[in-house]
């Protein structure tokens, strides 16, 4: 076996080719594919973004890890705007090259390995684990955090609002949850990234000062642009949180030279500076998801969870790759729940993230 084998073969099998058959089914209704099985921003990147982006092209030295300070500014001033979080500084802050790198080689870049734990939610985003495997940590899913055994656990994610089931953390868990982990020396990591996008519950950072009573020892939140902004063809996402484990986190990037492009820098300044585009957004957002909702509940769904994020967590009491199946056959593709774990094996992820003509279409279908 190679080395590059070896390394792949600590990988679970990549579960999106199973979906395969039920895509070309999709494709083949006469009305096209109504594509909701990804949570891939499909409006454009708003204009005062791409302008900064333009305007910082001619870039042709290395950019820093740690970014501008123009960027971390943007980044400190919109933690303590919009997540209520005090006193912010530079050290508290750094870029990353989107969430999902950051996901799966922060256990690595914890320095974690065999004999440490990472814990997840029951039902989670794949990469929470796919990071402990990387690093040949051993992983465990929790329903209750505070339940777990603190024995060799180092790494607590948090995800709220959930992928794939759209659940708030209230704050009231959040702090419990917060203090548990301070209490058993356990870094907790909070990621926030569909945090603008709460419909029937307001989403809180594990920042604000009622959860971390003002301090960042031990707590990480993790942010993305991708969702918010439009962003995730740029790669722009940020970390906040524990001066000192980000000045590790710091000092390893750099030497692995895990910078974000210097155009990418002056578009996140753009973007964290203003907050229109994020409403006008999520106005697109709820409409397309009031109108699914009351579609899926029409055709005889149940949903769960769901007041927040890009998904809707929908069931028919029935085999997930049934409803997927079934949804096929209207040329309609969602994500079956057991891509996010077994608990989810009854569910389906539908994701808000088509145009309004392929929504209108889905709609239609399940009339
Ligand atoms: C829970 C969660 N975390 C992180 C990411 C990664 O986002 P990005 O890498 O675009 O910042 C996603 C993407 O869908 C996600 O659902």
């Not at 679970?12 to 058959?21: R, V």
């Not at 734990?117 to 990387?134: D, F, I, K, W």
């Not at 918010?228 to 000045?247: E, I, K, P």
Request: proline share 7%; hydrophobic share 40%; net charge negative.
């Amino acid at each position: 076996m190679s080395v590059v084998a070896g390394l792949s073969g600590r990988l679970p099998t990549f579960p999106w080719d199973k979906l395969e058959p039920y895509k070309a089914t999709a494709a083949a209704h006469p009305g096209g594919i109504v594509d909701l099985s990804v949570g891939t921003p499909v409006d454009p990147v708003p204009e005062l973004i791409q302008k900064a982006l333009i305007a910082a092209a001619d870039s042709p030295g290395y950019p820093t890890v740690w970014g501008t300070p123009e960027l971390r500014d943007a980044i400190t001033g919109w933690c303590e705007r919009r997540l209520g979080a005090r006193d912010v500084t530079h050290r508290n802050v750094l870029p990353i090259v989107g969430s999902k790198e950051l996901v799966a080689w922060l256990p690595t870049q914890l320095g974690l390995g065999p004999g440490d734990v990472v814990a997840y939610p029951r039902l989670a985003y794949p990469t929470y684990e796919v990071g402990a495997r990387l690093a040949r940590a051993q992983y465990v899913a929790y329903d209750d955090p505070t339940e777990l055994d603190p024995a060799g656990l180092k790494l607590l994610w948090l995800n709220s609002p959930s992928n794939p089931t759209g659940r708030v953390l209230s704050k009231e868990e959040l702090t419990r949850t917060v203090a548990w982990a301070r209490e058993h020396g356990v870094l907790l990591v909070s990621d926030e990234c569909y945090l603008e996008l709460g419909w029937e519950a307001e989403p809180v950072s594990v920042l604000h000062p009622d959860v971390c009573g003002g301090s960042y020892e031990g707590i990480v939140a993790v942010h993305s642009l991708s969702k918010r902004s439009n962003l995730a063809g740029y790669r722009a996402a940020f970390v906040a949180g524990d001066a000192a484990v980000l000045g590790d986190l710091l000092q390893i990037r750099k030497h692995g030279g895990m910078m974000t492009s210097a155009p990418t820098q002056a578009a996140v300044v753009a973007a964290l500076g203003d907050d229109q585009h994020v409403r006008e957004q999520r106005e697109r957002y709820l409409a397309r998801r009031t109108a699914l909702r009351d579609a899926l509940l029409k055709h005889g769904f149940r949903i769960e969870h769901s007041e927040a994020s890009l998904y809707l967590w929908a069931t028919r009491d029935e085999s997930c790759w049934d409803t997927v199946g079934h949804l096929a056959g209207l040329g309609i593709l969602v994500a079956p729940g057991d891509f996010y774990g077994p608990a989810g094996d009854r569910f389906v992820r539908v994701a808000l993230t088509a145009t309004d003509e392929r929504v209108a279409a889905a709609v239609e279908r399940l009339a």
